[in-house]
């Protein structure tokens, strides 16, 4: 069965710091992979997606992630963090032929004004 | 707007008490799933459907029972048989297609307590 792993588990940052939050996966097939977003007492919001080409892919409110085959990675990253990106973030693959997505433990992210 | 609609938002429940969770999507998609959310555990499978009148177990399946006679209805219920149903639980669907470009849309969560 595959698995996810995000290694951060709390993240406290101040504003315009930079952020960068880790996702690995087990699988080793073909895999589509997601970044989703969910703000206090709001749900779950997809942030990003990975299918197929440019392995860096563009999101919404500025982030982005980069899929490393090799590594088995798919690390989320914004430049400059706001106070408004407080939220818990969780990582998503879903493998092969499979639409069941398998989720990571979530990061939860705060930022400090 | 098509979306999920999950009800109530808060529920109370005493020990010993069977309980519905409602999820109702109006998006066409063929897959639903109900997920449990605990604090440092992520999001945990609880059961899922591709097609009205069959689902699966997920990886925490005990203690619960889903339906689906409409393609648009998922309910969920948490017997008296689960041993910590305190939890905020969360519908999502999807299309089934694996090669779709969609992700999948959640619910806005159901937070049950055990009083």
């Known amino acids: 069965a595959q698995s996810v ?3 951060n588990h709390h993240v406290i940052l101040s504003e315009a710091a930079s952020l960068e939050l880790g996702c690995n996966y087990s699988y080793g097939g073909t895999v589509n992979l997601f970044w989703y977003v969910q703000y206090p007492g ?3 919001q997809l942030l990003l997606k990975y299918f197929s080409g440019d392995p860096l892919v563009k999101g919404i409110k500025g982030f982005e992630a980069e899929f490393i085959k090799s590594k088995f990675s798919f690390n989320l990253r914004k430049p400059s963090v706001q106070w408004s990106d407080t939220a818990e973030y969780f990582c998503a693959v879903k493998s092969g032929g499979s639409y069941i997505p398998t989720f990571g433990r979530g990061t939860s992210l705060i930022v400090h004004p | 707007d098509g979306g999920i609609t999950q009800s109530p938002k808060y529920l109370f429940r005493k ?4 309980v519905t969770l409602s999820c109702e999507q109006n998006l066409n998609h063929d897959a639903m799933y109900w997920y449990r959310q605990d604090p440092g555990q992520g999001l ?3 059961y899922y459907s591709q097609i009205v009148n069959d689902f699966q177990k997920g990886d925490i399946a005990e203690g619960y029972s889903v339906s689906r006679e409409k393609k648009e209805s998922f309910p969920l219920t948490v017997t008296s048989a689960q041993k ?9 669907s999807s299309p089934l297609n694996p090669g779709t470009e969609d992700g999948y849309t959640f619910g806005s969560g159901t937070r049950l307590t055990v009083v």
Do not use: W
């Not at chain 2, 910590?84 to 999502?92: G, I, S, V």
């Open chain 2, 15 to 18: 020990e010993g008490q069977n």
């Open chain 2, 44 to 46: 945990r499978l609880i």
């Open chain 1, 42 to 44: 709001q749900h779950l």
């Open chain 2, 84 to 92: 910590n149903p305190t939890a905020f639980y969360l519908c999502a």
């Open chain 1, 5 to 7: 792993s995000q290694h």
